[in-house]
C-alpha cells in the first residue's frame, strides 16, 4: 500500500517558479513509476510529468517540457516537481500518482493518488 501526500502551490504570478512536492508513505520499488498530472477547472485530467525510480527517467508532455523538472529524492521517498517560468494556463489541481507500469500512469490509471495541490497562475 502507497500514500501520497503533495504540498506546495498556491497563488503565484506569471512568469514566477514554485515546487510541488509528493510525500510517499510505504514503499517506493525501484521498478515504481511516479507522475504529476493536473485538472484545469472545467477540463479532464492531464498527464504533466512522470519519472522511473530507479533509473531516474524523465517524461514531460510537451506544453511543460523545459520549463517543469520532475524528480526524486529515493532516501527520503520524495518526489518534486520544479515549475519555472509559470503561465496562467498553468493553473490546476496537481495531483501525484504511483504505479508500477509506466503506461498505465501515463494513460491516467495508476493505482494510487493524492490528494491534490491548487496552484493558480496569476496574469
Known amino acids: 500500500q502507497v500514500q501520497l501526500a503533495e504540498s506546495g502551490g498556491g497563488l503565484v504570478q506569471a512568469g514566477a517558479s514554485t515546487r510541488l512536492s509528493c510525500g510517499i508513505s510505504?514503499?517506493?520499488?525501484?521498478?515504481?513509476?511516479m507522475g504529476w498530472f493536473r485538472q484545469a477547472p472545467g477540463k479532464e485530467r492531464e498527464f504533466v510529468s512522470a519519472i522511473r525510480w530507479g533509473a531516474g527517467t524523465t517524461y514531460y508532455s510537451d506544453s511543460v517540457k523545459g520549463r517543469f523538472t520532475i524528480s526524486r529524492v529515493s532516501a527520503t521517498n520524495m518526489l518534486f516537481l520544479q515549475m519555472n517560468n509559470l503561465k496562467p494556463e498553468d493553473t490546476a489541481i496537481y495531483y501525484c500518482a504511483a504505479d508500477q507500469i509506466y503506461g498505465r500512469l501515463r494513460a491516467g490509471l495508476a493505482d494510487y493518488w493524492g490528494q491534490g495541490t491548487q496552484v493558480t497562475v496569476s496574469s
Open positions: 510505504g514503499r517506493a520499488y525501484s521498478s515504481t513509476v
